[in-house]
T-cell receptor, first 112, second 116 residues
Framework: EPEVTQTPSHQVTQMGQEVILRCVPI?????FYWYRQILGQKVEFLVS????????KSEIFDDQFSVERPDGSNFTLKIRSTKLEDSAMYFC??????????FGSGTRLTVV | EDQVTQSPEALRLQEGESSSLNCSYT??????LFWYRQDPGKGPEFLFT???AGEEKEKERLKATLTKKESFLHITAPKPEDSATYLC?????????????????FGKGTHLIIQP
């Protein structure tokens, strides 16, 4: 069964550093998403991406965040200057616009 | 105010003891209600999407139902491997700017433990 692949599985970074989280979505998906889950809290929507541009974004997705789909396959989330409160699991997800959305296994980001 | 409220927060059952998990929602333009299973340290795993009141879907020991205000996830004769956190989420385009690729709004989940 096709999977959404996320790398790295765990990243530790110093406060103020830039990080790039990577995702390889399922090839026939059209819609792509990033979510985050702070430890012990609910899954929160960050941003959606469709037709090579941002479609929706939440209030969490401020100027420190950006997304790209540079080569038609990889889908990245960049955090420009990480803060301690950015520590969370980040999930990439994708879908065809109907039915369910497939999530990756996540990247655990730890900011120290 | 939370748009998606799940109850109970945690539930411990004996193997074979059937029960139901509740998800109530307060959105005005429901496009879909989703159930996911999440194991510790993993991403949510898709179970069901429900679109309209009265709809039901089944998969193995799980059955999801939807009314105009809530959804239930019924677990029949559960096994220890059904232990997980079950997440409910809604897709409501009126809560966003209407760009089309609307994100999901999740509840906090029900942590289910099935004891052998």
């Amino acid at each position: 069964e096709p999977e959404v692949t996320q790398t790295p599985s765990h990243q530790v970074t110093q406060m103020g550093q830039e990080v790039i989280l990577r995702c390889v979505p399922i090839s026939n998906h059209l819609y792509f998403y990033w979510y985050r889950q702070i430890l012990g809290q609910k899954v929160e929507f960050l941003v959606s991406f469709y037709n090579n541009e941002i479609s929706e974004k939440s209030e969490i997705f401020d100027d420190q965040f950006s997304v790209e789909r540079p080569d038609g396959s990889n889908f990245t989330l960049k955090i420009r200057s990480t803060k301690l409160e950015d520590s969370a699991m980040y999930f990439c997800a994708g879908g065809q616009g109907v039915g369910g959305y497939t999530f990756g296994s996540g990247t655990r980001l730890t900011v120290v | 105010e939370d748009q998606v409220t799940q109850s109970p927060e945690a539930l411990r059952l004996q193997e074979g003891e059937s029960s139901s998990l509740n998800c109530s929602y307060t959105v005005s333009g429901l496009r879909g209600l989703f159930w996911y299973r999440q194991d510790p340290g993993k991403g949510p795993e898709f179970l069901f999407t429900l679109y309209s009141a009265g709809e039901e879907k089944e998969k193995e020991r799980l059955k999801a139902t939807l009314t105009k205000k809530e959804s239930f996830l019924h677990i029949t004769a559960p096994k220890p491997e059904d232990s997980a956190t079950y997440l409910c989420a809604v897709q409501d385009p009126t809560q966003r700017s209407g760009g089309g690729a609307d994100g999901l709004t999740f509840g906090k989940g029900t942590h289910l433990i099935i004891q052998p």
